[in-house]
């Protein structure tokens, strides 16, 4: 019993969410050699008060020295996959993901709370079918689920090295004004991370120019929708091998001298 004790996690009954989902993924991923028993259940009081067993998303107990990981008990406190992500040492690893302060607010106040705070009456037309599909099969099998649980949460992990590693980037590329609105340039084929950069910064970028991906042009792009920012006008120009109709993204034939990119750019600008 005691080696089974040790190896348990308990988390709620009933409807799965993303919450408890992402915090034992958490944990599996830290702990991979571990063999762990998950329980959909209500804890026994033993079992709160025993530090060898994760209490997770239920209890109504935040103790992370007994692995206690509820928050309902309290609106203060974040949801449970930010207090297990602060107990396993990731937070500040994870804080930067974009979807990370929108799933904790959702999952603590709802999406009415939340879509008033967006200005979207339904939220729920947002939700993805896919996480609704996986967090039904981990309700009804989440053993089961363990080693796709383990996957999912090293590519959450593997997802914020990233994304640090590109804010790093970012932090260091040339960036260069042109009529007044700020440019980014980036030799790279990934422009990932460039919109969470750009809004830290004091005045936001409106483009970015990167490698394209595909081919061996430049990829030019607004950034949040820029205002007065129309790629879709260098639609038919010799250089342009592509114009997104929607005018947020334009690529260059060939890899041209960054002076001739940033003439387009300046082109696509009111």
């Known amino acids: 019993m005691e080696f089974y004790m040790k190896n348990l996690i308990i988390t709620h009954p009933g409807s799965a969410h993303f919450d408890e989902f992402l915090a034992l993924s958490l944990i599996l ?7 762990f028993t998950i329980e959909r259940r209500q804890p026994l009081p033993e079992e709160l008060d025993n530090p060898a067993v994760w209490v997770v998303d239920v209890g109504d107990r935040y103790e992370p020295g007994l692995k206690n990981f509820d928050h309902h008990q309290n609106i203060e406190l974040s949801a449970s996959f930010v207090l297990v992500a602060a107990c396993l040492g990731l937070d500040s ?20 709370k939340v879509g008033d705070e967006l200005g979207i009456k339904n939220l729920r037309r947002s939700y993805s079918p896919v996480e609704t599909w996986f967090l039904k099969l981990f309700a009804r099998t989440p053993s089961e689920m363990i080693p796709l649980m383990r996957s999912f949460g090293q590519n959450i992990l593997e997802e914020a090295d990233h994304l640090k590693a590109q804010l790093d980037f970012w932090e260091t590329c040339e960036k260069v004004t042109v009529k007044d609105k700020i440019v980014l340039i980036g030799l790279t084929d990934e422009s990932d991370g460039a919109e969470r950069y750009s809004n830290g ?22 950034i949040n929708d820029a205002e007065g920012v ?5 639609d038919g120009h010799d250089d342009i091998l592509f114009a997104h109709k929607s005018g947020f993204m334009a690529k260059t034939k060939e890899r041209l001298p ?7 750019v300046g082109m696509a600008m009111d």
Not at 29 to 35: A, F, I, K
Not at 201 to 222: F, I, K, N, Q
Not at 230 to 234: I, P
């Open 29 to 35: 991923t830290v702990y991979p050699d571990t063999d």
């Open 201 to 222: 910064l004091d005045t936001p970028a409106s483009v970015v120019v990167t490698h394209d991906s595909r081919r061996e042009g430049w990829r030019m792009a607004s």
């Open 230 to 234: 129309d790629f879709s006008k260098l």
């Open 258 to 264: 960054i002076d001739q990119v940033l003439k387009l």
């Open 93 to 112: 690893r994870l804080r930067e993901m974009p979807w990370w302060t929108f799933k904790d607010r959702i999952d603590r106040f709802g999406p009415f």
